[in-house]
């Protein structure tokens, strides 16, 4: 099989797909590896690192896309690379296709087999493609927050942590799973009042463990999301529906009701966001103001960090890489159902019933079109 890694062109998006140990691996099983000139020059790896992998070194992403069974990339498509899609094609990457329904028609009417990192599901119910990311967007949203409180960045002004006879900022996180644990862990370590609320009264319990009086937990709904949106001074938003639109639980109300120069990062706006005020933004573009309140919506934060990123995605996504290279997509799918559970389009059909129902759009099962 012919595995291609393009360069990732979405704004400010420095990681890349595989990294040279794995082409090392795929090498060993019988496969060949095109890496576009330049793909892990973001995060550190030059051509030559590739190279002496033996990987071979294509200049254009046309040639890797044109070229390749299997397409390994970190982002989804964007629109100018919409023209390499065709039948039979298999792409591996984050796809988070419910807000993005221009993307889903064009992997559909093109016949792509796009298998996606983020609903990849392993037995135990863990998502495992997600887990990395989740850990590094989680600590990143409270650095961020802290950096965007500071005045001359727009923010009202407040270090985090307080110093002995000023208190130090009021921090709720909405959601506490991978994403919203490792922001907890951040902001306690910088000092921050923190608040947690969840759905899930056991995970709660679980961190009321873990922190003890250092985090208030509270039980999600309307009252809890609204005060503690009203008094913190940074909100993150950390709130997962695996493969389908994330709901919009602070309201544009609550919004207002902040204090001017407060911060919000929704950490979900890979699945459209939890806030209602929330749009997609990028690192060259990153925060706008919704009633004075400043909005950090990046879609791809821990491209910020590249280097660290790409190892920690690359780790967790190596052996279903493998599997895929070596089985074949069927194969690979019958022999692994948490595979099966990434797939989002296959033979020009939308086959995960999160992406269909958050777009409206007919889905039949996986089972159903192999």
């Known amino acids: 099989m012919t595995i291609g890694v393009p360069r990732e062109i ?4 420095t990681r890349v797909g595989c990294v040279p140990s794995m082409v090392t691996t795929l090498r060993e099983h019988g496969h060949e590896v095109l890496v576009e000139a330049d793909a892990g020059a973001g995060s550190s790896i030059p051509d030559d690192e590739y190279e002496e992998a033996g990987a071979s070194i294509v200049t254009g992403a046309e ?13 989804e498509p964007q629109p100018s690379e919409y023209r390499f899609f065709r039948a039979g094609l298999t792409l591996f990457t984050y796809l988070h296709l419910a807000p993005l329904p221009e993307l889903t028609d064009a992997l559909v009417g093109a016949g792509v087999n796009a298998v996606a990192y983020e609903t990849i599901r392993e037995e135990d119910n863990s998502l495992p493609l997600l887990t990395p990311m989740s850990e590094v967007a989680g600590r990143m949203a409270v650095q961020v927050g802290a950096q965007y409180l500071e005045k001359p960045n727009g923010g009202r002004g407040i270090l985090i942590g307080g110093v002995p006879g000023v208190a130090p900022a009021n921090v709720a996180v909405i959601g506490g799973g991978t ?15 923190v608040t947690v609320i969840d759905r899930n009264i056991n995970r709660l319990r679980e961190l009321d463990d873990i922190y003890s009086s250092a985090v ?35 309201r544009r109300d609550m919004i207002a009701s902040m204090r001017k120069g407060a911060v919000v990062v929704d950490v979900a706006i890979d699945q459209g966001g939890c806030f209602e005020t929330s749009h997609a933004t990028t690192h060259t573009d990153p925060i706008y103001y919704v009633d004075g309140v400043l909005h950090y919506c990046v879609s791809n934060m821990p491209a910020a960090v590249p280097h660290t990123s ?8 190596a052996p279903y890489l493998f599997a895929l290279a070596n ?15 990434g ?10 019933a999160g992406v269909a129902e958050s777009q409206g ?10």
């Open 63 to 75: 040639g890797v896309w044109a070229k390749s069974d299997l397409v390994v990339k970190v982002k």
């Open 10 to 13: 979405k704004d400010h998006e």
């Open 216 to 250: 208030l937990t509270l039980a999600s709904n309307t009252y809890t999301i609204r005060e503690a949106v009203r008094t913190a001074d940074l909100v993150i938003g950390a709130v997962l529906i695996p493969g389908a639109s994330a709901p919009k639980l602070v």
């Open 179 to 193: 994403v919203g644990h490792n922001a907890i862990k951040m902001a306690c370590g910088l000092g921050a009042n």
């Open 310 to 317: 790409t190892f920690a995605l690359t780790n967790a996504t």
């Open 327 to 341: 089985k074949g997509l069927e194969r690979a799918c019958g022999d692994n159902q948490a595979i099966a559970e």
């Open 343 to 352: 797939v989002n389009t296959y033979q020009g059909t939308i086959t995960y």
């Open 361 to 370: 759009k007919p889905w039949r099962t996986l089972n159903a079109v192999l």
